[in-house]
Every structure is written in structure tokens, then in C-alpha cells.
């Protein structure tokens, strides 16, 4: 089975400043995909962002970018101009490419926002 | 909005009695799916259809059953369900690329 693990339980960041949330994965697969989910408290999950193995440019959303290293397998968030919306735990999933359908998810981080 | 309604929002039972969650899809998605969140365990896919009355099994299947008799529906039963059981359940479709999953507002199911 494909592990995703994320090592900050918690973090936070004071309104307005960046933050990064670490992802790391475990695969042998050259080709998948990679998620980011927010979940706020109303508990809906929320696609953030999503990142193809193949594509080399870093994924934007908006305020929203990931560092992707393929090499190290790491898979970072990065919140720029961080807003009180943004807090909410954040949740990293790994995908196989076009053949598979489960998604992994790390265990979250969650984000709080420092007026 | 992708369309997703899960029944019921909240339910508490008792241990062995049966349950049955309805996940609801608007979408005519044909890949549905079944996840249970915990503290420190993320999302954990239960089962999953790939189309009416095909379904497979994902990760922590044990302890639950699946039905799908038309595309718009998935049902999770627990038949006698156990105080471990207790969790928050996600149903979820694949996105129109199907590179990307949506969800269901989830199901808060505690067994006591």
C-alpha cells in the first residue's frame, strides 16, 4: 500500500504572513497524481490543489502553490497572504496514475490562523 | 457543489444493531466511493463501485457491506455494527477528468 504521511499535527500562522505544510509519499509508480484537501469545520472536504507526477511546473491555485520534488517525494502546501477562512485541517493524498482509483491520505495538519 | 448528498447527517445506534448509510449522487458518475475518517488515521477507503451492482473492496472492509442498484446510489451497511465503528463516513465521487475526488458532507455515526 502507498503511504503519505505528514509530520506537523499543527501549525500555525499569523493572518496575512505565508505558511508551508509538509507532505511526504511513499510509491514506486512514475506516474500519479497528488492532492491537497482542506477540511474546515463545517467537515466538508475541499480540493485545494492537485499536482500531476508527469508535469514539472509547480501546481498554483490563487493564494495557493505546492513544491513538488519528484526525486524526494515530498509534496509541500504553501498559503501565501494567509486569511481566517484558511484555517481548517489540511489533508495530502497520493493517487496512482490512469489505472488506479484509491487515494491515500496523510494523517492532516491542522492549521491555525493568528489574528 | 459536486452534487453529493449523503443520509443521514447524524445517526447514534446501539452495538449489533444494523445500518445503512446512503451516499446520493446527482452527477451519473460511475466510480462511487466509501471512506470512514479518524483521529490520526486521515481517510481509509472502506469499498468502492466501479458501476451498478460492481464493487470492490478498499482497505478497512471488514465489518461492512456495499450495494449499488442504480448509478445514483451506493448504500453502506453495517449489519451489526460495533463500537469501533464509530466515525465520521465519507461517500465520494471522481471528478469529470477523474483525476480528482469530490465528497459528500459526510455521516457522524456513533455507536454506543
Known amino acids: 500500500a502507498q503511504t503519505v504521511t505528514q509530520s506537523q499535527p499543527e501549525m500555525s500562522v499569523q493572518e496575512a504572513e505565508t505558511v508551508t505544510l509538509s507532505c511526504t509519499y511513499d510509491?514506486?509508480?512514475?506516474?500519479?497524481?497528488l492532492f491537497w484537501y482542506k477540511q474546515p469545520p463545517s467537515r466538508q472536504m475541499i480540493l485545494v490543489i492537485r499536482?500531476?507526477?508527469?508535469?514539472?511546473q509547480n501546481a498554483t491555485e490563487n493564494r495557493f502553490s505546492v513544491n513538488f520534488q519528484k526525486a524526494a517525494k515530498s509534496f509541500s502546501l504553501k498559503i501565501s497572504d494567509s486569511q481566517l477562512g484558511d484555517a481548517a485541517m489540511y489533508f495530502c493524498?497520493?493517487?496512482?496514475?490512469?489505472?488506479?482509483?484509491?487515494?491515500?491520505f496523510g494523517t492532516g495538519t491542522s492549521l491555525t490562523v493568528i489574528p | 457543489d459536486a452534487g453529493i448528498t449523503q443520509s443521514p447527517r447524524h445517526k447514534v445506534t446501539e452495538t449489533g444493531t444494523p445500518v445503512t448509510l446512503r451516499c446520493h449522487q446527482t452527477?451519473?458518475?460511475?466510480?462511487m466511493y466509501w471512506y470512514r475518517q479518524d483521529p490520526g488515521h486521515g481517510l481509509r477507503l472502506i469499498h468502492y463501485?466501479?458501476?451498478?451492482?460492481?464493487?470492490d473492496k478498499g482497505e478497512v472492509s471488514d465489518g461492512y457491506s456495499v450495494s449499488r442498484s442504480k448509478t445514483e446510489d451506493f448504500l453502506l451497511t453495517l449489519e451489526s455494527a460495533t463500537s469501533s465503528q464509530t466515525s465520521v463516513y465519507f461517500c465520494?465521487?471522481?471528478?469529470?477528468?477523474?483525476?480528482?475526488?469530490?465528497f459528500g458532507p459526510g455521516t457522524r455515526l456513533t455507536v454506543t
Open positions: 452527477e451519473n458518475h460511475r466510480y
Open positions: 463501485s466501479y458501476g451498478v451492482k460492481d464493487t
Open positions: 510509491t514506486s509508480e512514475s506516474d500519479y497524481y
Open positions: 465520494a465521487i471522481n471528478g469529470a477528468s477523474a483525476r480528482e475526488q469530490y
Open positions: 499536482q500531476e507526477a508527469y508535469k514539472q
Open positions: 493524498a497520493y493517487r496512482r496514475g490512469n489505472t488506479g482509483n484509491q487515494f491515500y
